[in-house]
């Protein structure tokens, strides 16, 4: 096991009807005046965002609103956000929505307490100091609700960046899972996708002697297994949304990636998806990662098959090459059985795009040619990975 | 699941030469004039205090130190360091060692800000303000590292009490497992017996729906049982401790018991055994954790028996009766197996004993003649789960 540290103090308020504690909490975090920060209208529509600053106006907390983030989000939206917390002198920046407003809000902080362009934080300088983040999240799948990291994108080259500092973890996150009952069985399976990739990224190390978060990872998974199919076939099932809901923070506050080397070449993989065919990230893990594993495992056979064995249950008989190939196709049919799709051919895509989606993955954001994570990629190697996804 | 609160906002700093960072990280948490707890010649002997204390000066830190905390922490030691804290005006307390250091730490810090008299939170007054604590572990068991919790044995009367409050969660905490390498054999297996009753405690539950948790308790439960053995064989064994370590904080810090009715009928029968034999709580534990399940398993057999197939690999075809007994029966080879006891009979205890032991289990502390948890036990209960201990 390697030495890291780990910081985690968001306070989080989890159940029914939690949403209405908006008010006391962020007066409990040091809020008077805030900015309120939410998507597209359904959270309107939904009433939630009439409950929140009900309950804001209850504890006596002015509040403004800032609306329209779109997933993948922009950075235009990031520059209003700042304008308004410097001319209302916005103390706490409160987010209403999935991993997208979470972003922007804590973007937003961030640059309201910097004298220079919120987007040096997203080119690498470390986030040291913000406003105050509280977040009423309504899809599972991000796991920003409990993490330092944000994503955006800046609209001039539309380049898509992180950002990261203890300082934007969020004082607090409302996780009501209720609030997403309401997300249709595909977003529900994109978010499902997303949070078991969190884990997997996680899971494929170079380090060894990591038993404690191996099996930690393994059981959220296997609770992933279990729940994620309940809450595709019914969205209403309160009881499989707080499972899934509780298990996509702890797969990304990082609890069970500490202290061992982390993956993350399939969601530099993926990147490219959602760029080039603008499908839902979660949609292009789904056909990254199996396609990924299936050209990384020989690298560390014993570890896939170990993932294969305790997680998709293979039969201890097979040796572990057998074993791990059985286990990157049970990944596969677990995907497809929630309605995820397998190939960039269901987004759209073809062959004559795998040179470009390789030449953009191994050489964009100033990279070298190569991916570093659980494999070293050469631009070849990655051209093979898009190609086993037609 | 049922709703919840998490919070756990301990910045952990963990690996191998990391006390030496204790200097560095007091400063970081506003601490100057720090008053070091420490237990008794070992923390002196192995050099680690000098260590710290090189760090604390190095760091331009004022520190005062109070030695001899003894296990099944003393007022009379807590009363002395708040008289220190507020003669020198202490403002912050670093507790080196284990969880009977941490505790009284934590009482010291709470004690040294309060007009009246520090026993009061331990008769149920709620922990809101306190100095801060930092802490450097020496022996995985405890869970005090991560937790609000305190628990205190006031000399006149022997009362054992525990008090709580966010107040009193470690700033932060340094984990070396390095630091653990000194530890004996029969302590080392004590302190997993413990950490592995706390996750037994949260896994026998009265609440439906808790797949994610279990999952995560089930993991770190499996991790224990491969890497507990290791440490107590070779003592020296880094990457076993490493495990051990950081399921420990996992174990207690309540992340896998959210959302959930917990039991801890088990340390509450454990407790009269401790005090009656002078035994450590672990092996207390050990004697306690199967005898208590062969009694309650009834009340829930299906969840006993998923936790023998889940945790002790208990075979599928066998009914959910069948199973329960075999993973009970696992459990106390496994504790055997590490060098842990299983009867009182190994405390010197004898039948003479039972009537005396569950009647202070059911009416000491000011209980009403019943303990309340997984299963809720009369009087009798408790003599006949004792009487299972001989």
């Given at each position: 096991?390697?030495?890291?540290?780990?910081?985690?103090?968001?306070?989080?308020?989890?159940?029914?009807?939690?949403?209405?504690?908006?008010?006391?909490?962020?007066?409990?975090?040091?809020?008077?005046?805030?900015?309120?920060?939410?998507?597209?209208?359904?959270?309107?529509?939904?009433?939630?965002?009439?409950?929140?600053?009900?309950?804001?106006?209850?504890?006596?907390?002015?509040?403004?609103?800032?609306?329209?983030?779109?997933?993948?989000?922009?950075?235009?939206?990031?520059?209003?956000?700042?304008?308004?917390?410097?001319?209302?002198?916005?103390?706490?920046?409160?987010?209403?929505?999935?991993g997208s407003v979470i972003?922007?809000?804590?973007?937003?902080?961030?640059?309201?307490?910097?004298?220079?362009?919120?987007?040096?934080?997203?080119?690498?300088?470390?986030?040291?100091?913000?406003?105050?983040?509280?977040?009423?999240?309504?899809?599972?799948?991000?796991?920003?609700?409990?993490?330092?990291?944000?994503?955006?994108?800046?609209?001039?080259?539309?380049?898509?960046?992180?950002?990261?500092?203890?300082?934007?973890?969020?004082?607090?996150?409302?996780?009501?899972?209720?609030?997403?009952?309401?997300?249709?069985?595909?977003?529900?399976?994109?978010?499902?996708?997303?949070?078991?990739?969190?884990?997997?990224?996680?899971?494929?190390?170079?380090?060894?002697?990591?038993?404690?978060?191996?099996?930690?990872?393994?059981?959220?998974?296997?609770?992933?297994?279990?729940?994620?199919?309940?809450?595709?076939?019914?969205?209403?099932?309160?009881?499989?949304?707080?499972?899934?809901?509780?298990?996509?923070?702890?797969?990304?506050?990082?609890?069970?990636?500490?202290?061992?080397?982390?993956?993350?070449?399939?969601?530099?993989?993926?990147?490219?998806?959602?760029?080039?065919?603008?499908?839902?990230?979660?949609?292009?893990?789904?056909?990254?990662?199996?396609?990924?594993?299936?050209?990384?495992?020989?690298?560390?056979?014993?570890?896939?098959?170990?993932?294969?064995?305790?997680?998709?249950?293979?039969?201890?008989?097979?040796?572990?090459?057998?074993?791990?190939?059985?286990?990157?196709?049970?990944?596969?049919?677990?995907?497809?059985?929630?309605?995820?799709?397998?190939?960039?051919?269901?987004?759209?895509?073809?062959?004559?795009?795998?040179?470009?989606?390789?030449?953009?993955?191994?050489?964009?954001?100033?990279?070298?040619?190569?991916?570093?994570?659980?494999?070293?990629?050469s631009e070849d190697d990655?051209?093979?990975?898009?190609?086993?996804?037609?």
């Amino acid at each position: 096991m390697e030495n890291f540290t780990f910081y985690s103090p968001t306070y989080f308020v989890f159940g029914k009807g939690e949403e209405n504690k908006a008010g006391e909490l962020v007066k409990k975090f040091g809020g008077s005046r805030v900015l309120v920060v939410y998507g597209g209208g359904s959270a309107v529509k939904s009433g939630l965002l009439g409950r929140v600053t009900d309950s804001l106006k209850g504890a006596g907390i002015e509040s403004f609103s800032l609306g329209g983030v779109k997933p993948n989000p922009r950075s235009g939206l990031v520059y209003e956000g700042i304008d308004i917390c410097r001319k209302e002198n916005v103390d706490f920046v409160l987010a209403v929505g999935g991993g997208s407003v979470i972003d922007t809000s804590k973007a937003i902080a961030a640059g309201a307490v910097y004298d220079g362009d919120f987007w040096d934080f997203y080119m690498g300088k470390r986030i040291t100091e913000a406003l105050p983040v509280g977040t009423i999240l309504t899809i599972s799948a991000a796991g920003s609700e409990g993490s330092p990291d944000s994503v955006i994108t800046k609209e001039e080259g539309m380049f898509k960046r992180g950002a990261s500092g203890d300082a934007i973890r969020p004082a607090f996150s409302i996780l009501n899972p209720e609030l997403t009952q309401s997300l249709p069985p595909y977003q529900t399976a994109c978010g499902i996708t997303d949070i078991m990739a969190h884990l997997m990224e996680r899971y494929m190390t170079n380090s060894s002697d990591v038993q404690t978060t191996d099996r930690m990872i393994e059981g959220l998974l296997l609770a992933m297994i279990e729940e994620g199919p309940k809450a595709v076939a019914n969205p209403d099932d309160y009881e499989a949304r707080a499972n899934i809901m509780w298990a996509g923070m702890m797969a990304h506050n990082n609890s069970c990636g500490v202290g061992r080397s982390q993956d993350w070449n399939s969601h530099n993989i993926e990147h490219e998806l959602s760029a080039l065919y603008d499908c839902a990230h979660g949609a292009g893990l789904a056909v990254t990662f199996p396609a990924y594993l299936s050209f990384a495992y020989k690298h560390d056979v014993a570890r896939v098959a170990q993932f294969a064995r305790r997680v998709w249950g293979c039969p201890e008989e097979l040796d572990d090459e057998e074993a791990a190939l059985m286990g990157i196709e049970s990944l596969r049919e677990f995907f497809t059985s929630i309605g995820m799709p397998s190939t960039i051919g269901e987004f759209g895509g073809t062959e004559a795009d795998i040179d470009k989606l390789a030449n953009v993955a191994c050489y964009g954001d100033g990279r070298d040619g190569k991916l570093y994570g659980f494999v070293e990629l050469s631009e070849d190697d990655v051209k093979e990975i898009y190609r086993r996804m037609l």
